[in-house]
């Protein structure tokens, strides 16, 4: 039999040896979803928090539970640990590690080269690796190629096999999940392509394939892309509706009605999370090298962007007309993850709005029940959440709603409060024609 066909085998046979590098988000519960499907999956992580949790059978990812993986590593079948060398023993790989932004906006590739550099030293014959981390066009050939191949003197497609697979994971999201959702696959040659889909069959109901790497590497940042432009979209019409003294809440629920052609999407104080904001820069980043400007992505990633400081001049305004100036107002800013009921703050616009309320002199304290303390290390501040909501609601100037968590009894806040500003339309019926509350 041919290397292909021995790997293809033991990938069907589920005797495969599996490895996750980096075991966050995206790779906890991929691993998860390889050990219920019958793999023995080895966790691979530097972070030795995370491998000390799992040892001891614990979930640190809200979506995991923690049952499941007890059960899978008492079972056996998944393990976890920081020493890469145990990646000489395994067939198939995957490379779930983060892709954020420099500072500037430019691709942070870091991890993908520090868990390549890695990989690099125990590639042998008949491996599958597969990166699923978002990344630019062309990062899996560029990238990955010369240096687990091609410096090994593995021929791809005959000796080993390369594919990128986007993960597409909704933190919190219920009805579809890791197993349940769809996954791109797209090797470097067809056969790559046909090792990595035998190996995700094995566990994930529907496996797409695409003839390219790279078109699967772009068909995530088209998904991304396409959220980001309409969330700038919308967030314009919120600026405008403003302007013309319309209601942008009514008005995005009646074209909703629409029973085709239209797909609603909603306004909010900016972008967060570790895809939207993120991925289409890689993108609009790679097409600078071809001379392109991608203008949509730029035109969205500005409104998105100025989106924080809308939210702080609209609070000013609202305390304005209640004769007090943003400077020594106490503000409460509502939720701090940047979308309702995760305990996830990475890029969240709360921090920008806390941040910009704070550089106009407010006294701002923020309460969020999943994220008991924040720490801005490149502006550097750090505050707890407060402990008695209610009474920050009463004593604040203003209340900020940032984050739409369902916890919240927006009744009882409008209630308390003097000044509501809803950046969410978390008080939708409430709101309307109550003096005390201002939406987006
Ligand atoms: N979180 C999401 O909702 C989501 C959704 C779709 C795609 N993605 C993409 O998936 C990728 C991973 O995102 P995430 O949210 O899981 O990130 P994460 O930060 O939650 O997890 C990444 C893990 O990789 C580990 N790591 C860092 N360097 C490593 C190395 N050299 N070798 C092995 N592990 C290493 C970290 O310690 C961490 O545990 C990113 O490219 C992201 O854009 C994320």
New binding site residues.
Partial sequence: MSVKETLVKKLKDKNAKVAI???????LPLAVVFGEAGFQVTG????KR?IAALAEGKSYIPDVKTETVEKLVKSGRLNATADFSVLKEMDAVSI????PLRQTGDPDMS?II??MD?LAKYMHKGMVVVL????YPGTTRELLLPKLGEENHLAVGEDWFLAFS??????GREDFTTINTPKVMGGITEACGEVAAAWYEGAIKTVHRVSSAEAAEMSKLLENTFRMINIGLVNELAIMCERLGVDVWEVIDAAATKPFGFMKFTPGPGLG???IP??PLYLSWKMKSFNYNARFIELASEINTNMPRYVVSRVMEGLNQRGKPLKGSKVLALGAAYKPDIDDVRESPSLDVIGLLRKKGAAVEYHDPYIPHIHHEYDGWQMDSVTDLMKSVREADAVVIVTNHKVYDYAAIVENAKFVFDARNATGKIAKGNPKVERL
């Fill in positions: 590098l980096g075991l966050g988000y995206v790779g691979i992580d530097p972070d995370k779930c590690v983060p892709t991890y520090s868990a890695e699923e981390s978002t990344t986007p993960e597409r994971v909704d933190p999370g570790h895809c993120i991925d």
